[in-house]
């Protein structure tokens, strides 16, 4: 986007930001706006929680593993809490949670990949080795172990996920860093004096935008299926924080009566990671004008 | 030296390094453990005497370097030390625990890959040949939904896919349903073969009672990992059909069939090679939750469990069987990738 940059002369020829999201929105294609509905959703009933609930967040019934009903639209779990409110509020928490970790990680992927491709000698060696061994191991598998080791509070499990995370990051913006930081104009800042903060921040980052965009969503959805498989396999958020993975886990055994609601926070999983998919996939497109070959 | 062969070493020898440092780091986290471990394993009335003869048991009072080595000469001799379950009378040995979940989990990856590798191969390459076709839109529609769902997910639904033969007609759903159409679902159902959703299998059970009792979580699996494998092999060959050699055969009048399998095929091996065996790796990670799920007692719910209990051994023991697969795995990606294709020995 902005390494388009029109010459001062067509400047007024030029939309601003807001009208060329909104031609870019037009074109877009089903999917893309099937995944932003569903997104601004997810987000809607993250953020007001608290008002759409029905019931506070560990409010306990009497009846456990009640079935659907006027009072419980959704039944309760399996300490006579209601599913419903506990979905909405799994909303809030996995959600927040993801972004958190994936803020992280992309604050350190981003930031040690620029450093490492402006500097590029030592520095990079260091770090990129570094980065190569730990993306040898499975990172599901790496985060048991440094769960084990830490024990699963939600912070550890930010920091760990995050820097496990952080690798495919700073790969990512490595590779897309060494393109720009050959440039003249990052050589001019050079020469100006510039330190290496200003020029990350203000010549180098605004070029490689688009593509770590697209990879935030892609990272956001795979730091939310890590996230969810952890709590599944009661390694990650703990109990009694409503959250989708745990909830699946608790309520499974409704599966053998052949009752769907624990299918219902796994679905609300599945559906965001499609959901945001459809919309890094059109994104991609818009802004890389690649067309894979169909 | 011949240079293939030369290549071949020189990545042999990077895998073992990465092994060398992997087996490091998985070690310190046993030194990384809190202060207080010994303590909170041990329970509050310990004395400071078994708390200090527990610290001598797991070698806690020696300098790291000397451990470092007795514990990869002692894993080198299929000795992975004694799980923090053990009590004193009654040694708990890491490896006599894991040997037989060890051989679960190869079983199932086995059967999976048994499964998934030519299935995927399959589908990418009719996909290819049939491209924009609607077999092509079809495969590629579902795969891209399951390649986006957790894996807890499709193993839940298939199992409760499974369960519903039994409790549709029953249910409430199908009573408001119209007849005809409860009727034909049930019938529909009627047809899923009735797979166990409990993988419970032992060392007595017998080789083809154990195939069908996986039979769940292979699929679960297989569904996850094609998916991937068969969209890098479509778009392997048709990679490969632009090129000018392609169109001669075309010109020459060969049938598409022979063109994708005789011409394109054998160049397009080293990408397709290189993403089977990142899946199968892969399979190490999916294998963890599908474990938990059927609750096959494989060695991922081995390590679940141990990291529940903080069982730092036994966690150490299946993370570095996990890590050295996985290392493996890539290591022999790399290695067919250079004997398919001569032309990766001349890295740009």
Redesign the interface.
């Known amino acids: 986007m902005t390494s388009f940059e029109p010459i001062a002369a067509i400047q007024r020829l030029r939309r601003s930001r807001a009208t060329r999201a909104k031609t870019a929105l037009k074109k877009a294609p089903f999917s893309a706006w099937f995944g932003i509905v569903v997104i601004v959703g997810y987000v809607f009933v993250a953020v007001l929680a608290h008002w759409i609930a029905p019931y506070g967040e560990t409010q306990v019934f009497s009846e456990a593993f009640a079935p659907w009903s006027q009072e419980f639209k959704l039944g309760t779990d399996q300490l006579g809490r209601d599913m419903l409110t506990r979905l909405i509020y799994g909303a809030r928490n996995t959600i927040a949670i993801a972004v958190a970790t994936t803020l992280l990680s992309f604050a350190v992927g981003v930031s040690l990949g620029l450093l490492a491709a402006l500097h590029r000698g030592w520095l990079d060696q260091i770090l990129s080795r570094a980065v190569?061994?730990l993306m040898?191991?499975?990172?599901?598998?790496?985060a048991?172990?440094?769960?084990?080791?830490f024990?699963s509070s939600i912070t550890s499990l930010i920091v760990i996920i995050a820097l496990l995370d952080s690798t495919r990051v700073f790969r990512l913006s490595r590779a897309v860093g060494l393109n720009v930081a050959v440039m003249e104009y990052v050589e001019v800042a050079r020469l100006r004096g510039e330190g290496a903060r200003w020029i990350i921040a203000k010549e180098i980052l605004p070029n490689v935008m688009p593509p770590l965009v697209a990879e935030f969503g892609l990272r956001f959805?795979f730091v939310f299926?890590t996230i969810?498989?952890l709590s599944?396999?009661?390694?990650g958020i703990q109990p009694p924080t409503a959250d989708w993975?745990s909830m699946?886990r608790e309520n499974?055994t409704l599966?053998?009566?052949?009752d769907?609601t624990?299918?219902l926070p796994?679905?609300a999983?599945?559906l965001l990671?499609?959901s945001v998919?459809f919309v890094v996939d059109w994104f991609l497109h818009a802004t890389s004008g690649l067309r894979d070959?169909? | 030296m011949n240079p293939v062969a030369r290549t071949v070493l020189e990545r042999l020898g990077l895998g073992l390094i990465t092994l060398f440092i992997v087996s490091i780091i998985i070690f310190s986290a046993i030194a990384m453990l809190p202060g207080d471990f010994a303590k909170a394993t041990l329970g509050q009335s310990a004395t400071s005497e078994t708390v200090a003869a527990f610290q001598r048991e797991i070698g806690i009072d020696r300098p790291p370097v000397e451990r470092y080595f007795v514990w990869v000469a002692q894993m080198l001799h299929g000795d992975f030390g004694s799980s923090f379950a053990s009590r004193t009378g009654y040694r708990r040995s890491v490896a006599e625990i894991i040997a037989p979940r060890l051989y679960n989990t190869m079983f199932l990856a086995a059967v999976t890959a048994l499964v998934a590798v030519p299935l995927a191969l399959g589908l990418g390459i009719l996909a290819a040949l049939y491209r924009n076709g609607w077999f092509d839109r079809l495969v590629n529609a579902v795969t891209l939904t399951t390649i986006s769902f957790p894996e807890f997910f499709v193993a839940y639904m298939l199992a409760y896919l499974v369960i519903s033969r039994d409790t549709f007609i029953g249910s409430d759903f199908a009573q408001s349903l119209p007849h005809w159409l409860a009727a034909s679902l049930g019938w529909a159902l009627n047809a899923v073969p009735k797979f166990p959703t409990l993988s419970n299998v032992n060392e007595q059970t017998p080789f083809w009672d154990h195939v069908w009792k996986v039979a769940l979580p292979a699929i679960t699996l297989t569904l996850v990992i094609v998916a991937h494998m068969m969209r890098m092999t479509r778009a392997a060959i048709i990679n490969m059909l632009a090129s000018p050699y392609i169109d001669m055969a075309r010109l020459k009048g060969m049938s598409p069939m022979v063109i994708v399998l005789r011409h394109a095929l054998p160049n397009a091996w080293a990408p397709i090679v290189t993403v089977v065996a990142f899946n199968l790796a892969y399979l190490i990670v999916g294998v963890v939750v599908v474990e938990v799920v059927f609750v096959y007692p494989g060695i991922g719910q081995l390590m679940v469990d141990a990291v529940k209990s903080r069982d730092v051994p036994v966690v150490q023991a299946c993370a570095l069987i996990f890590a050295a697969t996985y290392i493996l795995l890539n290591l022999i990606a790399d290695i067919i990738s250079i004997a398919t294709n001569p032309r990766l020995l001349h890295p740009r």
Do not use: M, R
């Open positions: 190569d061994v040898s191991i499975p990172s599901l598998i790496f048991l172990v440094l769960l084990s080791i024990g959805c299926l969810a498989a599944f396999l009661g390694v993975g699946v499974a599966i053998t009566y052949g769907v624990p299918l796994a679905g999983i599945a990671t499609v998919n070959e169909k």
